[in-house]
């Protein structure tokens, strides 16, 4: 089985060769732009799509090629029309599941809109426009000798230029092979995400459970936040602008920061999971958090802006290198519940357990367990009621904390 693994560059607005593809970026979005228009156009005039292979077709006749014909290769072209084609066809399934399910929406989706008239857009190689000798990634003549080094171990399948604020980051785009999932050992560990203690990870193995301390992250998206809006409201007064260049580079930045605790916080929980020899992690998730959840003004600030579903991502293609199956479930009544007196997971009219003070569960006879703990446990037997069928003797009631960034 194979899958696709990502490897990032960035190239800054120093590099000798970023004014050469921070063109080529602005060229793509002049054909998204151009192609887009003619899409919409029948759309809203005709209620028809004007399909990828009709727009390539369309774009490629004379008078009508003008931004066709200025990108570095036609292939770069047709790539640039494909993501426009998958937008829209994201757009159509979007309706379909409004349709049906309106709650699931704050409102009725949209179709993609045009680009900034000065903004830049992706541009895309494929592998048959690239090449890979000797550790570096070989471009063609229209790059004018421009080469990239690459770690990558696979085969290379694209290079995708994504242009951002003063830097462009190169996507290296490759495939390698995974292993087949591991047999159930009944050995698992599972995880409930929060804000202070991102992700509180339990076993069922008789190891302490770990907390990995979200407090560094929760600091800085709330100080992005005051920031923006900040910048937002002087930008508005004086320019009467929306965004500016400083927002920009403020939200690269903050970008940056949760894309790295992302990243090390999975690496840990899958070193974790092969160090105790479980094939299967739990993560309770619910699915309507970003929308329904009201925590207060401040921790509705953090807890919305934090991409949990990023971490779950990141957690599976990793989980997935080792043979590890990755579970999500809801988590409703979780933290309800009391592990400790194995209560079922339901909406009870009394619950046998009860949380005495910030962080603490009291079990029915009196025994304190760590309130995300608890949570933590509940989750995994959602997943696999007979988790715990030889008994909870010995199982961690605290966390120790960690910090992974």
Avoid at 98 to 125: E, I, M, S
Avoid at 152 to 179: A, D, S, T, W
């Amino acid at each position: 089985m194979m899958a696709n693994r990502v490897e990032r560059h960035m190239i800054f607005a120093t590099h000798p060769y970023y004014p050469m593809i921070d063109e080529y970026c602005f060229r793509s979005k002049n054909l998204y732009n151009f192609a887009n228009y003619q899409v919409r156009q029948t759309f809203f005039q005709h209620g028809t799509y004007l399909s990828y292979n009709k727009l390539d077709k369309l774009l490629k006749t004379e008078g009508m090629d003008t931004d066709y014909r200025a990108m570095p290769m036609a292939q770069c072209a047709q790539q640039t029309l494909r993501m426009l084609h998958q937008n829209w066809q994201s757009f159509f399934k979007s309706m379909k599941d409004w349709a049906k399910n309106k709650d699931k929406y704050t409102g009725r989706p949209k179709p993609p809109k045009y680009l900034k008239k000065d903004g830049r857009y992706v541009l895309v190689l494929t592998n048959q426009s690239c090449k890979v000798v000797d550790e570096q990634i070989t471009f063609p003549a229209c790059f004018q000798g421009f080469r990239l080094k690459t770690n990558m171990k696979g085969k290379l399948q694209q290079v995708r230029f994504v242009p951002k604020h003063r830097h462009i980051i190169v996507e290296v785009v490759y495939k390698i092979p995974i292993p087949t999932q591991k047999q159930d050992n009944n050995r698992y560990i599972s995880i409930d995400l929060g804000l202070d203690n991102f992700a509180t990870i339990v076993n069922n193995v008789g190891k302490q459970p770990i907390v990995i301390n979200g407090k560094g992250l929760k600091s800085a998206n709330q100080y992005y936040n005051k920031q923006m809006s900040h910048y937002r409201k002087v930008a508005k007064q004086m320019n009467g602008l929306d965004w500016t260049k400083r927002m920009s580079k403020m939200t690269e930045k903050r970008n940056r920061i949760v894309e790295n605790f992302m990243h090390q916080a999975s690496v840990f929980v899958i070193k974790h999971a092969l160090s105790l020899d479980c094939d299967t992690i739990v993560v309770g998730m619910n699915k309507d958090w970003k929308r329904e959840v009201h925590l207060g003004k401040r921790t509705n600030q953090a807890f919305v802006h934090i991409p949990y579903q990023t971490f779950l991502h990141q957690l599976q293609y990793k989980a997935a290198q080792h043979g590890i199956r990755v579970i999500v479930t809801e988590e409703s009544y979780t933290s309800k519940c009391s592990f400790l007196d194995m209560e079922e997971i339901k909406k009870q009219k009394q619950y046998k357990g009860t949380r005495i003070k910030r962080g603490l569960f009291q079990s029915e006879n009196g025994i304190l367990i760590n309130a995300d703990v608890n949570g933590a446990y509940n989750i995994m037997r959602k997943v696999f009621p007979k988790a715990f069928a030889n008994g909870i003797a010995g199982v961690g009631l605290h966390p120790i904390r960690v910090h992974v960034a």
